[in-house]
């Protein structure tokens, strides 16, 4: 039988998004302290990536389900869950079908790789989609979830980075999925150059550090709560 590789994983194992993802841990351990997680409370984090959320969930206590459809995130998450014993906080690979939070960086990031990038395959729905309220309510909808018991409320991620936003770019260049692709497709027709300044021209507009060489870029995303 002919294996077809799901294209989620294959984008999301390409390159090393721990690396992203390093830059992110103080505005996740944030987030995560304004949830009120607490000691025993059952938290399933879907979409995961290496456990920005899932493992200072753990530090509260919760007893932690982190999935995610990348096997070498899901094993860097295990990796750093074992390096703080937390036993609490279990990673297994998973397919959660499109959920995701969205970050406005992220959403420029990605509008801009796809002007470079070959267009999707039909049926793609776009994880942007997750930040805008009218298809959340769609979605829940469907799954038989009223309007009312849906909440969304904009909040703010932080990356925060050790170098300049031109580096920083670099990081997104060689080891965020979406931008490979986008850098790999612009090679293909000799808009690489091109890519990269209108990146670098987006993280530093987007820059509020008030040291050189460093890099702080504030990131709004949908907040969604839904009472069961
Ligand atoms: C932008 S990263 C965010 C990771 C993590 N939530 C964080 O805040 O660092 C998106 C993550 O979603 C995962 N992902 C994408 N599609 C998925 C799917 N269908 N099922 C499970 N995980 C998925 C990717 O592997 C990646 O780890």
Redesign the pocket.
Known sequence: MLQTMNP?KAL?EKGD?TRI?AT?RAS?EALVNSLGVRRGLKVLD?????G??AIPEARLGADVLG????GN?VEAGRRRAAAESLSNCRFEE????????LATL?AQILKTSSAYSPPPPEGFVSPMTWGVESHVEERFGKAGVPREKISFARDTYLFEFPGTPAAFVAEFRNYYPPTMNAFEAARGNGRQDELQRELEHLFEAQNTAEQRDATRIPATFLRVTVSV
């Open positions: 989620n999301w998004f993802a992110m996740g879907l979409g995961c990536g290496d920005t959320t999935v995610d459809i990348a995130l998973g397919d959660a079908s499109n959920l995701d939070a992220v």
